[in-house]
């Protein structure tokens, strides 16, 4: 990362170290890095840019852009090096129209991504691009699969991967091996049988147990929060968030913490980023102790119950721009949204969870997971088998994996043009 110029891919399974491996190069580098994500969550987890905003594409498929030369493209020209975190969910057209991108505008046009080297970090087998409908038949005819690794800019230049393979999260080996088993889609029925002996299908947590409901779908997640704050004396207490800049056209489901947050004493809560002074991290978990105008007090689960005053926090939407040095590239905020740093934390969903670390989790996969690694994300966020519940068995049904990734994993074939992924067709 630091003393190669080539393109390198960084992966590895959930609890590997890569969002710590991030941190660290980004604290420690000399080159002129900028750090992007495909989301603005994902972005502003990392403190960096969303891919779209930093090349300045308009909100459509990527292959419809027209490339042009920018009149204000010094922080373009400057660049050394562009982290892309969470990789998996980048879609091969778009890494497409960067390339063509920083070719015209550094005007470089020989050279793969205009000269700047490509460090993309995430872990392909847990969540995978999103592909509507009517743009499948042209991301098979011209790509062959949505992953990242068929763009024609990496075929021609050619990444170099890394596995980071030291799970940190979880340390009971049987545990980890069944979660790799699922992970790469080799879960045998002993398996199986490991997590299913967590099932306990009339589970229904205690008023003060701060274990986290995982589900698919947000309908679930919601409901299980509304039925449990519902279970609580009194009414509750609204704190509402402030938004400036870009913040103001942000969607509910794409902001750092609700817009409107209810809470009432015994309401069990979620952080949802890390404390400056680390007295929490994000999935950190609590219970609402006392409530003022404008903080609450939370005893922290998995702080020996320690108390802690919350206030406000603000989230900045940050934007690259060259430094004033005329060399380097810096960061302006173009937005602020301040809010209470938490969420209810009775349900969330298995997107939200992504990246955090929990110790009690139940894992109800209703009907059963609608894309790739959705049922190991969800499994793989909690730290022991001990601390797992999981609603009804799973079956082989629920684990199931983009065949082409696993071929590009284990072999780095990547699927022709025209050819049609097995997650395409009808499943039975």
Known sequence: ??????????????GTGKSTLLKLFRAQTRKRAAVVAPTGLAAMHVGGQTLHS???????????????????????????????????????????????????????????????????????????????????????????????????????????????????????????EALGAIREGRCTE????????RVDPGYDPPPDDAVVLLTPTNRVANRQNARRMAMLDGEGTIFRASAAGRFVDVQENALPAPSVLSLKVGAHVMFVRNDRERRWVNGTVGTVEEIEEDAVRVSLADAGGDDVWVGQEIWEMNEYAAAADGAGITTKPVGTYAQLPLRLGYALTVHRSQGKTLDRVVVDMGHGA??????????????????????????LSDIFVDPDVIQFVHSGVVPLPGQRSLLDQERP
């Open 54 to 176: 930093f090349f300045r594409f308009p909100a459509r498929p990527a292959a419809s852009l027209r490339i042009a030369r920018l009149p204000d493209g010094d922080v373009y020209q400057r660049l050394d090096a562009l982290v892309i975190d969470e990789i998996s969910m980048v879609r091969p057209d778009l890494l497409d129209a960067m390339d063509e991108f920083l070719r015209v505008n550094r005007q470089r046009v020989r050279e793969p991504f205009g000269g700047v080297q490509l460090i993309m970090i995430g872990d392909l087998l847990q969540l995978p691009p999103v592909v509507k409908d009517a743009e499948k038949a042209f991301i098979y005819q011209r790509y062959g699969t949505p992953h990242f690794f068929a763009a024609r800019a990496l075929r021609s230049a050619g990444v170099h991967t890394i596995e980071l393979r030291h799970v940190f999260r979880q340390t009971e080996p049987e545990f980890v």
């Open 370 to 395: 609608f894309a790739a690694g959705q049922t190991y994300v969800a499994l793989s966020r909690v730290r022991s088998l001990g601390g797992l519940v999981l609603t009804r068995p799973l079956t």
């Open 1 to 14: 990362m630091e003393y190669e110029s080539g393109h390198v891919f960084i992966t590895g399974r959930a």
């Open 190 to 197: 002993e398996h199986l049988a490991l997590l299913n002996a």
